[in-house]
C-alpha cells in the first residue's frame, strides 16, 4: 500500500517536471521569456476564469415532507409582539379618589393639584353639577348615534350657537373629543399639494393633524417671527406656483409644551403680506387670555374675523369633554359635509 502510493507521488513529481521543462514552457512570445512558472499561472488563471463563468450550483427543488414541517415548526422561536418589560417602566400612575379639582385625595390623603388644567377650577362647580344631572335625567349619557345622520340633539345646536355668540363668528361645530378636533380640522381643510407653515412646538395634536393631511409641511422656529418671516417669503421666492395653492401658517395661542403666547398681532401681518391662512388652536387660551376669556384675539386686540379657523379642546378652561372649530359659515358647513368624524364618530 506505501509503495504504490509512494509510485503516484514520484509519478506526479515527474510530470510536473516534464511540464515545466517542456519547450512550450520556455517559449518567447513577443520578447518575453515564458518560464514554467508564468505557464502554470496562466493555466490556472484560465481555471478560474472558467469556473467563474459558470452557473452556480443550485439544489433541486422539492416540497418539503410533513416530517420536516414539523421538524422546522418546532425549532421556530416567533419574536416577541412587545419589547421586554424593565423595572423602570413598570410603575402605577396615581388614582384620583374625588374629583380632579385644586385639591384632590389620591390614596386616601388630600393632596394640592398641580397637574390639572382645570384653569377656571369649574370642576365640582354647584351649577355644572346641576346642569349635567338635568342633562342626564333628560337625554341619557349620548346618542348613541353619529352627528352626521341621528346623533345630533338640540343641545349641540344650542351649544354651538352660544361659542358662536361669545367669539363674535358666524358659526361653529361641536366635537366629541378635544384631541380630534385639531386632527380632523386641519386634514379636513389641509390636503396633499398644500402648504403648511407651522411652529416647531405645536402639541401633539396638531402634529397628528399635519401627519393625516399629507400636506407639504415647513416649521419654522419656536415663536420666531424673523424665522416664519423667512420662511414665507422663502416659499413664495421658490414655489412659483404658490398662489395656486392653499397655504396656511398653524399656531397655538398658548403653547402647551413650552407656556409661551403667540404674537398674533405679527403673525396676521406676515398672513397678510404673503398671502396665507391661519389655523389658531385656542386650547389653552380659550377662557384664559383676554378681558372676558375670549382667547387670543381678545388679548391682542386683533378683529377674529382675521382669523380663518379657530379650534380650542374644551377639556382645559371649560372642565369638560369635546372640542370645538368656529369661523365663518363656509368653513362649518364644509366640516358638516365632508369630516369622518360627523358620520362615524358618535356623541
Known sequence: MESSALNLVNATLNWVTFALNAPSARAVVFGVHIGGHLFVEVLLLVVIVFLLSQKSYKHPKRPLTKKEIDELCDEWVPESLIPPITEEMQSEPPVLESAAGPHTIINGKEVVNFASANYLGFIGHEKLLESCTSALEKYGVGSCGPRGFYGTIDVH??????????????????????????????????KKGDIIVV???????????????????VYFKHNDMDSLEKTLEKINVKNQQAEKVRRYIVVEAVYQNSGQISPLDKIIRLKEKYRFRVLLDESNSFGVL?????????????????IDIITAAMGHALATEGGFCTGSARVINHQVCTLYSMTFKYC
Request: proline share 4%; glycine share 12%; hydrophobic share 35%.
Open 290 to 306: 383676554g378681558s372676558s376669556g375670549r382667547g387670543l384675539t381678545e388679548y391682542c386686540g386683533v378683529p377674529i374675523e382675521k
Open 157 to 190: 345646536l344650542d351649544c354651538e350657537a352660544r361659542i358662536a355668540k361669545f367669539l363674535g363668528t358666524p358659526d361653529s361645530i361641536l366635537y366629541s373629543y378635544g384631541l380630534s378636533t385639531m386632527f380632523s380640522a386641519i386634514p379636513c381643510f389641509c
Open 199 to 217: 411652529d416647531e412646538g405645536v402639541h401633539w395634536g396638531i402634529q397628528n393633524g399635519l401627519y393625516l393631511s399629507r400636506s407639504t409641511i
